[in-house]
């Protein structure tokens, strides 16, 4: 463990700071919700943020939505080295998550060691999804581009041949962390599929 | 006032979260750090959440960080419609004013009414800049620039013709935020004026 002086605290977290800029460049496989471009991960995880504190009556009661905004925040950093992985495509989820690992050892190693530790946590915190935040954070990240593409004519689902029943397990990872947001969730697929937006099975 | 029905209330969430999208289209002065495009509010807004949570400790004893957070998301929403000012374009600034009261009315009035209050009030307290929390925020909002473009050869000051003596204004408002911040954006623009990205009066 690495412990940074005091008078190098500041520009060490500065230098955190500055490192994940890069998650702007990181592009996810779904479009903005007009279709004009691909959505990067910096503002996917800002819109998550919002829709934490919009949609936060919809977590399981005692759920510290505080907690779920930071996770959201922290959420896809790794993908600065490791990339973004299409939900769809399992055998590169299984592959993703060693480099992702190596990718939060790298960058929140950037920060002291306290806060290393914080941030590493909110993001395998994230990935494990045990605590009732982790399953309503994931609940929101699983739910926006289903939104994104309810309103953009199929979007990313059409243009990679997803049907309604692999959304659904989605879904279901929905409704595991807001009963509520997932019947909202199985409804946008319901309208999709009547819509000609999204194949049946 | 209006009241949403409770039938309605899940589907008017939604459909701010979807007007919000938006945001990611508002794009800014500054660049992204790498110099390589332009930066928009929805990343810069989850760039700033981070920045609380990393420069957390240099706000004074007390400060809410959560509320800090939140703050930091609503801010800019009402860019959307009244569009990005540049912050030494003092004209603008004043004019600006209006355009974003009508922006909050509309846009924050998608939501089901105490939804509406909360987050307009987390703009309007960060406008005030009467709080702790608000005047931290707005530090953290002063300085991002100041970073990219210490990390871009001088960035939009060069582009823009900024003057130390411009920046030193802005180092006033992040050291009434936080006094060690203050400290630091004081030394990034004595830095920026010694390598020559920031001319000095």
Chains 1, 2 share one sequence.
Do not use: C
Not at 17 to 40: A, C, F, H, P, Y
Not at 165 to 176: A, D, F, G, L, S
């Amino acid at each position: 463990m690495t412990t940074v002086p005091d008078k190098e605290r500041l520009p060490a977290q500065a230098g955190f700071v500055v490192e994940i800029d890069k998650l702007k460049r990181v592009l996810r496989r779904n479009t903005l919700m007009d279709g004009s471009r691909r959505e990067n991960d910096a503002e996917h995880s800002w819109h998550l943020g919002m829709m934490a504190m919009v949609f936060g009556e919809y977590a399981p009661e005692g759920t510290d939505l505080d907690r779920v905004i930071a996770m959201l925040l922290v959420h896809d950093i790794v993908e600065i080295d490791a990339g973004d992985t299409f939900i769809y495509d399992t055998l590169a989820v299984e592959l993703q998550e060693k480099a992702e690992r190596a990718a939060a050892d790298r960058i929140f190693g950037l920060l002291p060691a306290g806060q290393t530790a914080t941030l590493r946590g909110l993001w395998e915190e994230f990935e494990e999804r045990r605590t009732p935040e982790a399953r309503f954070a994931k609940a929101l990240d699983r739910l926006a581009p289903m939104l994104a593409n309810h309103h953009n004519e199929g979007g990313s689902w059409v243009r990679h041949g997803v049907t309604a029943r692999q959304v659904m397990e989605k879904v279901q990872i929905i409704r595991e962390g807001s009963p509520a947001l997932g019947d909202y969730a199985a409804e946008l697929v319901r309208l999709s599929v009547a819509r000609g937006h999204l194949t049946p099975a």
